[in-house]
């Protein structure tokens, strides 16, 4: 097994195929990292989501620098990591940012119940439950791939 360093066209190729990742903030020197579903926009080089307002949301307001990790995993001897160096932009459902809320909708609509599990409710949490849509900019993504000897 070999592992190669994936250049910025094959990490956004990786990007363009996921839609699940680890994202990772950090507030007042804490760490925090979850699971959230996302949607590549190659155009405007960044990932849409979005998520009730929580833990996450609440520190990436505080710190906007985030990471975010995805992996593709056939055996631990073939897998591929990409890992996005980015900053966190809110996008408020208002006049002024109607054209980044209609181009994260219409990347939402390409996946069947795009909308779960962000709009469900989290029994015993204390979240709001008005969706917050976001999207992360890509600052710089660095990927490795395992695979056998060969590229």
């Not at 097994?1 to 699940?20: H, K, N, P, S, W």
């Not at 990292?33 to 996302?38: C, D, Q």
């Not at 890992?83 to 459902?93: K, L, N, T």
């Amino acid at each position: 097994m070999r592992i190669y360093e994936l250049t910025d066209a094959e990490c956004e190729q990786v990007l363009g195929g996921a839609d699940f990742g680890r994202l990772a903030c950090a507030c007042h020197d804490q760490p925090y990292i979850v699971p959230i579903h996302f949607y590549f926009d190659a155009r405007e080089r960044c990932l849409y989501s979005f998520s009730a307002v929580g833990r996450k949301i609440e520190w990436m307001r505080e710190n906007p620098k985030v990471c975010v990790e995805i992996d593709v995993i056939a055996d631990r001897f073939h897998w591929t990591s990409v890992i996005i160096f980015g900053r966190y932009e809110e996008i408020p459902a208002a006049p002024e940012a109607a054209g980044p809320h209609r181009r994260a909708f219409e990347l939402f609509q390409q996946r069947a119940e795009w909308w779960l599990p962000a709009a469900g409710k989290v029994v015993g949490a204390e979240e709001h439950h008005s969706p917050v849509v976001y999207r992360i900019h890509v600052d710089r993504v660095s990927g490795r791939r395992a695979g056998p000897n060969s590229r």
